[in-house]
């Protein structure tokens, strides 16, 4: 009967901690617009395509993800609570499998910790408030390693499918899901040397390499969009200070939390008191890591006695550390690939190892004390994200365009790419806002143009590998401004390499003669230029 109990109230205590993260999730979901990257995504995932064509205007790093998302869409619409409510489910199902995958790992206990840790995560809330891969990303990470965990103890044939399935699905939704394969067949080859060996085993694996192979090399050298930007061109070599970077996001969420998420690293003062849980989660994390010496067996009141064995900790160390140390060494070598957001499929082991962490804590007042200074900390990352500086607005730029627009009016933006952004808030049905239009441009008999007509408006955009004079100095281009009676350059000075572009384009109407006022919008950086003869 107490068993029972017992097994009803951490039942419950689950249930509590999802519904906290499902709240946090959902809380002001569509409060800020969607930036960029958001609304790529929706261009790429309501084209109808061949597979060619799906190459073509998809990013191939994100195949997986636009394909749920297309599906989505057509169920639950295209406005912003309902592209973003995809991450929040799988977000939520994150934080329901890390209890999972740490229960069979260790304990229920050390489970209930972990999803509690992942549910008020900054880092993971704002990745499941987005709409991008990441949410399903991290979700894929933890079903494969817990398949892998299953496969490991019970060595079951179905499991084997289902590993294939579920590797297949990461790797296709991003490519750092080969950390994972790595992590997993380098486990299984030191501690289970028999298993690695089997048949089967290797089969699986060689058919996962083979295709995921295929994949990397889709992204890699596959031929950019003429005047576009390669699919990686836009990593810049790291530094030191990245590594830092990634500590920060996991622990508290980094400075980018005070701009919601996006942009510059502006008003860091604000975070000063969460800037203590880099402190806290680095001894948990130490302490996590002298566990590995014996079994140690804890009793009392927060669960059950747990011994953590030596492999497990080797297993969720190397989970952790291998990811961003071949990460580092690659970008070094070869080229630039190291994004820290690439890098949440190491979250799940991160907070494994901080319950493990707690449970080392010696006296159950110390381990409550310890919570409650997690707790503290993290609600001022939490308030931040929730209340940041002052963020841009497609929505208000493009009902401040709307009100002033006119036919056969111009509408220049640089860099081209964010045409889509505008375009989701400036025509009036969402749903078809952006059939056409993508960061492309618009396309017009097969293929992408970035010069078209769209509701008696003319468009035009400097690509990010596009010289300026390439748009300016155009015939069509030349014709459109002599008859606009007012020309609105819409642009992020802020992009990579977009500050003399920028400048550029600005010159050139400033030198013809158009008088100059100009609207500012704060980092991430949108600025609206209006030139009237």
């Not at 409510?85 to 977000?91: A, E, K, T």
């Not at 991008?132 to 892998?148: D, E, G, H, R």
């Not at 390669?230 to 980018?256: C, H, M, R, V």
Request: proline letters at 3%.
């Amino acid at each position: 009967m107490i068993e029972k109990n017992h097994l009803k109230n951490k039942k419950l205590v689950l249930a509590i901690i999802i519904l906290v993260g499902i709240s946090l999730r959902f809380y002001k979901l569509d409060s800020q617009c969607l930036w960029y990257d958001e609304t790529t995504k929706i261009a790429s995932a309501k084209c109808q395509y061949t597979i060619k064509e799906f190459f073509q205007h998809a990013d191939p790093k994100e195949v997986v993800y636009t394909l749920v998302l297309k599906i989505w869409m057509n169920i639950f619409g295209f406005n912003e609570f309902a592209v973003r409510s995809l991450s929040v489910l799988f977000g939520v199902l994150s934080i329901f499998f890390i209890y999972i995958l740490a229960s069979e790992l260790f304990s229920e206990t050390v489970g209930l910790i972990s999803s509690f840790l992942l549910s008020i995560s900054p880092f993971h809330i704002y990745y499941s408030q987005q709409n991008l891969l990441y949410s399903l990303f991290l979700l894929l990470a933890i079903l494969s390693t817990l398949i892998f965990v299953r496969v490991y103890n019970t060595n079951k044939k179905f499991l084997y499918l289902a590993y294939f399935i579920v590797n297949i699905l990461l790797c296709y939704t991003h490519f750092f899901g080969l950390h994972i394969l790595l992590i997993h067949n380098a486990c299984l080859f030191f501690f289970k040397k028999s298993d690695f060996f089997k048949k089967k085993w290797l089969i699986i694996n060689a058919l996962l390499i083979i295709l995921v192979g295929f994949f990397i090399f889709a992204i890699l050298y596959m031929e950019p969009r003429p005047n576009q930007i390669g699919q990686l061109d836009w990593i810049s070599k790291p530094n030191f200070g990245l590594i830092i970077d990634t500590l920060k996001a996991f622990t508290y969420g980094g400075e980018k939390l005070t701009m919601g998420g996006n942009g510059l690293e502006i008003g860091a003062g604000r975070l000063t008191i969460a800037k203590l849980l880099i402190l806290i989660y680095a001894l948990l994390l130490m302490k996590a890591g002298l566990s590995y010496k014996n079994f140690i067996v804890h009793k009392g009141t927060l669960g059950n006695s747990i011994p953590f064995k030596k492999q497990k900790i080797i297993f969720l160390f190397s989970w952790l550390v291998i990811p961003v140390l071949l990460t580092f060494v690659f970008s070094f070598l070869f080229f630039p690939i190291y994004v820290v957001r690439y890098l949440i499929i190491i979250i799940p082991a991160f907070f494994i190892l901080l319950a493990i962490g707690i449970l080392n804590i010696k006296g159950l007042k110390t381990k409550l004390f310890v919570f409650f200074l997690i707790l503290i900390f993290n609600s001022q990352a939490l308030f931040v994200y929730f209340h940041p500086i002052e963020t841009p607005s497609w929505r208000e730029i493009s009902s401040k365009i709307k009100e002033m627009v006119a036919p056969e009016d111009m509408l220049v933006f640089v860099p081209l790419e964010q045409i889509v952004s505008f375009a989701y808030y400036f025509f009036d049905r969402t749903d078809t806002s952006i059939w056409d239009i993508d960061r492309y441009g618009k396309k017009i008999d097969t293929k992408w143009k970035s010069f078209f007509r769209e509701n008696d408006y003319i468009f035009a955009g400097v690509g990010l590998r596009n010289s300026p004079d390439d748009t300016i100095n155009g015939h069509l281009f030349k014709i459109s401004e002599r008859k606009a009676n007012k020309i609105f350059l819409i642009a992020s000075p802020y992009w990579p390499t977009l500050g003399l572009r920028f400048l550029a384009v600005r010159q050139y109407f400033l030198k013809g003669g158009w008088k100059e006022k100009g609207f500012f919008y704060p980092l991430p950086g949108v600025a609206l230029l209006i030139y009237t003869k």
